[in-house]
């Protein structure tokens, strides 16, 4: 039902038992392996965007936003909050949710009279997923392709979206044991989102903590390249998709939100870099026009060389056809002020492009081509960059086929840019067999082969990893998958791959082929106690290399969860170079009072960092989306265990709506 106001929706949802699986009673849980519901509203009838509303049967809330059609799991965000009301009852065999969404809570066009709707549920006791719009087993639970339609029996009047003022204070005191002082620092924040009409979101940020209570996950690299880690801020989730998913979002995306707030010192470290304001406005103009613009002043830093800096993005995309979509991008990063330590060629960056997203119908035919060009001063020469991908995806048959081109001299500050001097190909064919009885749900045969080139070098065959691998998904959620991997690598620097200091590096100018073979399980993550593990074997450039990964988890529902995730790898390189045992280990502990109070606990230990750290944080959530926050960071050498720093923060952060 609905009035003016609001959605009400009431549900009753059927089981075989009362044993659900509910790990943690906090908010915007992970859906796979527990019970839940959840429902999704395409507002705009156009198969792109949607908004998730879910519960489960503890009545633990998750709002998420959807995006690319719901295509995967890279289109769907639980970052963004929103203030809405549900409650949950449990009876025998069976319980009730009840919810009371704000008409406010999702964009539409004003005299709309149809949504396009579609919910799916995890039953853990029967092992079943079910959906009420039909969608094939090949395609994502929660595809926007397939929907059914949600009919209001008069239309829907014009949404007076309140003024969100979200004030913060935050403080901390840090002791550095290197230089043996101590820092201490208040701040207030302030975050304001207003909604223009049915359809768009204008926010402002003042002074903004863009710290995050949060650690990010360790990650062992042994590549050349810098590793992208995904974005949690709050200020940049609404239509994140609008600025994220130009390029290749991988290997050449030209804006990269997490580029802001962080820059390089005088000693090419990156840093923090304060944010005096920023702004944002994004959403439909129309049915088919979406419109996203960014503006962040940075502050300067006189004593770290680091300038002032204005960090600006525009975006225009039109949807056209049934479900693809044009975009054109412009990205711009300038000093305005002239400063000695910035070189001329520094003094900003800017990037103009065009995609092209493909999205048919039923989702069969899937695909991007586009085109950048960056502009750098003093730098006119080879500064393009452009790609395409297709893929055609059925219930037994997967074909792609994926290209990219980065020139030696395309550039972009705000953008994640892997490597230039490229020109790749890697195309990918997989048959999938669904068998009509037996412990298998389905099981598949993938062949990946990648090709990078290098135009600087006469088009050189620099790179390439040939991937062949089977994976069967087992009736009872586990999965199991074996992948033999060839590759070859041509350095056209010295590198030393274990990171070890002074180690002699591998040879420039020099090719090396390598293979390895991996197995890779996971179990049912229904069960109290699962587990995933990755063992590796093979040769590594001119040495050998084996491996092993994966974590524990036990879940004591719905108070006590723990993870341990650990990641070991052993490189041993020819007589002369360096080997190393490289170890991360990341024991998490989750415990869960009520759905207001919940205590976080995450030790990260990695010898290549050298550094153990202990992060423990405490979450009391006092009012719909209102938090406070008391952390605590400890980080210590590996070798000696004596002390690098020490904290003690706190964050409180008030919703208000007006």
């Known amino acids: 039902m609905y009035d003016d106001k609001n959605l009400y929706i009431a549900i009753q949802v059927f089981s075989s038992g009362n044993d659900y699986v509910v790990p943690s009673l906090q908010r915007d849980f992970r859906a796979g392996g527990s019970d839940n519901l959840s429902l999704v509203f395409d507002t705009f009838n156009d198969g792109t965007t949607a908004f998730l509303f879910g519960i489960n049967p503890y009545g633990v809330q998750r709002e998420a936003l959807i995006s690319n059609g719901g295509a995967d799991t890279s289109g769907f965000s639980t970052a963004w909050d929103v203030k809405w009301k549900a409650e949950t009852k449990r009876y025998e ?22 949504w396009r709707f579609n919910s799916y549920r995890f039953d853990t006791q029967n092992n079943e997923t079910s959906t009420w719009a039909n969608i094939p087993q090949n395609q994502s639970i929660f595809g926007l392709a397939y929907m059914g339609d949600m009919i209001f029996e008069k239309p829907l009047g014009k949404s007076r979206t309140p003024l969100a003022i979200i004030p913060s204070l935050t403080s901390y005191v840090v002791r550095d044991y290197e230089t043996n002082k101590t820092s201490s620092d208040v701040k207030l924040s302030t975050d304001v989102k207003i909604s223009l009409g049915n359809s768009m979101n204008f926010d402002l940020t003042i002074n903004p903590d863009f710290s995050q209570v949060e650690n990010d996950n360790l990650v062992t690299n042994t590549t050349r390249f810098e590793i992208s880690l995904p974005e949690r801020r709050q200020f940049f989730i609404d239509n994140s998709d609008l600025f994220a998913n130009f390029g290749n979002t991988r290997e050449a995306n030209p804006f990269f939100s997490r580029r802001v707030g962080i820059t390089r010192n005088k000693d090419d470290e990156n840093v923090q870099n304060d944010i005096i304001a920023g702004v944002r406005l994004s959403g439909k103009i129309n049915k088919n026009l979406r419109l996203g613009f960014l503006n962040v002043q940075t502050e300067e830093d006189l004593p770290n060389e680091i300038p002032s800096n204005n960090n600006s993005v525009l975006i225009l995309q039109k949807k056209v056809f049934a479900r693809s979509s044009v975009g054109i991008i412009f990205v711009n990063r300038e000093t305005f002020k002239d400063y000695d330590f ?29 085109l950048h060009k960056s502009f750098t001063p003093q730098t006119d020469h080879d500064d393009y960059s452009g790609g395409f991908n297709l ?18 001299d395309f550039n972009s500050d705000l953008g994640f840019i892997r490597r230039t001097d490229v020109l790749a190909v890697n195309p990918t064919a997989e048959r999938v067999f669904w068998p009509v009885s037996g412990k298998i749900n389905n099981h598949s ?20 990893d040939i991937r062949s691998s089977y994976r069967i998904e087992f009736l009872n959620q586990s999965n199991f998958r074996v992948q033999l991997t060839n590759n070859y690598t041509f350095l056209t620097d010295s590198f030393d791959p274990t990171g070890t200091d002074g180690a002699t590096e591998l040879p420039a100018n020099r090719g090396y082929r390598y293979d390895s073979f991996e197995v890779d399980f996971q179990s049912d993550r229904r069960k109290k106690f699962s587990f995933s593990i990755n063992p590796e074997i093979g040769t590594f450039f001119n040495g050998e290399q084996y491996s092993i990964d994966g974590n524990i988890q036990l879940r004591l529902q719905p108070k006590f969860l723990s993870t341990l995730r650990l990641d070991y790898r052993r490189i041993e390189l020819a007589d002369g170079f360096p080997s190393a045992s490289i170890w991360t280990i990341e024991p998490r502990f989750e415990v869960t009072f009520n759905k207001f109070v919940f205590w976080t606990t995450l030790v990260q230990y990695s010898n290549r960092n050298d550094n153990l750290g202990v992060n423990s944080r405490l979450q009391w959530r006092f009012s719909q989306l209102s938090d406070f926050f008391l952390v605590y960071n400890d980080n210590y050498f590996t070798q000696t265990i ?14 208000l709506n007006i």
Do not use: C, H, Q
């Not at 059925?394 to 020139?407: D, W």
């Open 93 to 114: 065999k069976y319980y009730v949710t009840e919810m009371e969404i704000p008409l406010t809570s999702f964009k539409f066009k004003e005299g709309e009279t149809k």
């Open 642 to 655: 004596e002390p690098k720093n020490r904290s003690i923060s706190f964050k409180l952060t008030y919703w």
């Open 391 to 408: 893929g055609y995806n059925t219930r037994k048959y997967n074909f792609n086929i994926f290209s990219r081109y980065v020139g030696t």
């Open 445 to 464: 045969i993938r062949f990946s082969p990648s090709y990078i080139f290098s135009p600087d070098l006469g088009y050189k065959n620099t790179d390439f």
């Open 342 to 370: 910035v070189e001329a060629s520094e003094r900003y960056n800017r990037v103009v492009g065009i995609d092209y997203d493909l999205a048919s119908a039923d989702n069969t035919w899937v695909g991007k081509t586009y």
